[in-house]
């Protein structure tokens, strides 16, 4: 630090240094120099000499902090090194003791592989000896075996030709009554696709009624929407600019604001849905599933089959995709109170005889057929193909299949699914499932074929 001193004829720099404060010192005895100056320079000596004193002390402190430090560090290093020395101890004595196990394991092994040898080669030397008596006995006894078996073959080709003479005699008489059978068959069949064919049409017209009912109901809803959304706007258009709403009247009952910052709360009601755009600041609001107040359509107790529940048709396909009674089932307002058993169609509501057998598809059926025909019966699931009859190509088979099981419909009750399938296609692959809200549910069918050669 320096200072100026306005002494009366000259100027005086006072600086830090010891000498210039002796010449300081000396100029008091000057008579020009200003006597009151001397209290200035004793307070700057005394200034400087707290300041030397406060130094010294810091310097001896951060001395002292420097040797606790270093030796710290002295005694880390050294108890680090300590550490370093031990963990190389265990380590090379761990490898030394895992070398040994090496050593040792190596030497077992070697032992083993030549005990498991020389027991191999005894075993099998006494293996061969005693398979090749065995062939030397087996030998003998087909030799023996081969003389009794042909005396036999000889007697059996007298005994099938004559046989076979009887068998033909009784092919001719039960061709002829399988032919009379295959007309009757026919004509039965014919019956059928004649009667399904009428009840598919007759579904069709319902059909298209109820999809004519629910086009109309939809577009009365939506005009009642459109001027609810519009008179929603105006309401809109009124708060536009202002950060909080007053009063909100719904259904005759008022939602007051308590505060600046109340929101309005907008909720889905049943078959309502609300979509938030948060980018535009507008809500969306939908129709989601069936429209409950569409005229013609207000309750599902009015829907005939699963028209309560569709949503889409689907066309009725042919009397040959039908299977169980569904062709022919009475339909009527709910699934539950169909007519038959077309609420469930697991079973075929009336047992059809199939030679002789009753069969209503809950169960496999054994039927006694002559020797060109065989009735095959069991479950397949969808995507699988009906298996064959052994022995019969596909050209000389017919099938049929009746619904099996579903996997639950997908967890949700029969008069909630939108459509059910089960037929199969001409090279016998089977398609089985139910669709609900547009996800696919596969199922299991009940089959028969029926091999006629």
Not at 42 to 51: A, S, V
Not at 347 to 354: M, W
Request: hydrophobic letters at 40%.
């Amino acid at each position: 630090m320096s200072r100026t001193v306005f002494c009366p004829e000259e100027v005086i720099v006072v600086s830090n240094g010891k000498e210039d404060i002796g010449k300081l010192a000396a100029l008091g005895n000057d008579g020009k120099f200003d006597p009151s100056v001397i209290p200035v320079i004793d307070d700057l000596q005394n200034q400087i000499t707290k300041e030397v004193a406060a130094r010294t002390a810091a310097d001896e402190q951060l001395q002292a902090n420097i040797d606790a430090e270093a030796l710290a560090r002295s005694n880390a290093d050294a108890k680090l090194q300590s550490n370093i020395d031990a963990e190389v101890t265990a380590r090379t004595a761990a490898d030394s003791d895992l070398q040994a196990q090496i050593i040792k394991e190596v030497a077992d092994r070697t032992n083993a592989d030549s005990v498991l040898q020389a027991a191999e080669a005894s075993a099998r030397a006494a293996a061969d000896t005693a398979l090749q008596s065995n062939i030397d006995a087996e030998a003998n006894t087909r030799s023996s075996a081969d003389q009794d078996l042909q005396a036999q073959i000889t007697a059996e080709v007298t005994a099938r030709t004559e046989a076979d003479a009887t068998l033909q005699s009784n092919i001719d008489t039960e061709a002829a009554a399988r032919t009379a059978a295959d007309n009757q068959l026919q004509s039965a069949i014919s019956a059928e696709a004649d009667a399904r064919t009428k009840a598919d049409q007759g579904l069709e017209d319902q059909i298209n009624a109820e999809v004519a009912a629910r086009t109309s109901g939809d577009e009365t809803e939506a005009s009642t929407r459109a001027s609810a959304d519009q008179g929603l706007q105006n309401q809109i258009n009124v708060l536009n600019g202002k950060n909080a709403f007053s009063n909100v009247l719904v259904s005759g009952v008022t939602v007051a604001a308590t505060s600046q910052t109340d929101t309005i709360k907008l909720a889905a009601g049943t078959n309502i849905a609300l979509a938030a755009d948060t980018t535009n600041k507008k809500v969306t609001i939908a129709v989601d599933g069936k429209v409950a107040s569409a005229a013609a359509a207000d309750t599902a107790a009015v829907c005939t089959g699963n028209a309560a529940t569709a949503t889409y048709a689907t066309s009725a396909g042919t009397a040959a995709q039908c299977t169980g009674n569904a062709a022919t089932a009475t339909l009527a307002t709910t699934a539950t109170t169909c007519s038959g058993n077309a609420a469930t169609a697991t079973k075929l509501e009336n047992a059809h005889t199939i030679n002789g057998v009753a069969f209503d598809g809950t169960a496999d059926i054994t039927i006694s057929a002559p020797n060109n025909m065989v009735v095959s019966t069991g479950q397949v699931v969808h995507g699988g193909t009906i298996p064959l009859p052994s022995g019969y190509t596909q050209d000389q088979c017919s099938w049929m299949v009746g619904i099996g099981s579903f996997d639950n419909f997908g967890g949700h009750s029969q008069d909630g699914i939108d459509a059910v399938y089960c037929y199969a296609s001409s090279s016998r692959v089977l398609t089985c499932c139910s669709w609900n809200e547009s996800k696919q549910y596969n199922g299991t069918a009940n089959y028969m074929i029926i091999g006629v050669k």
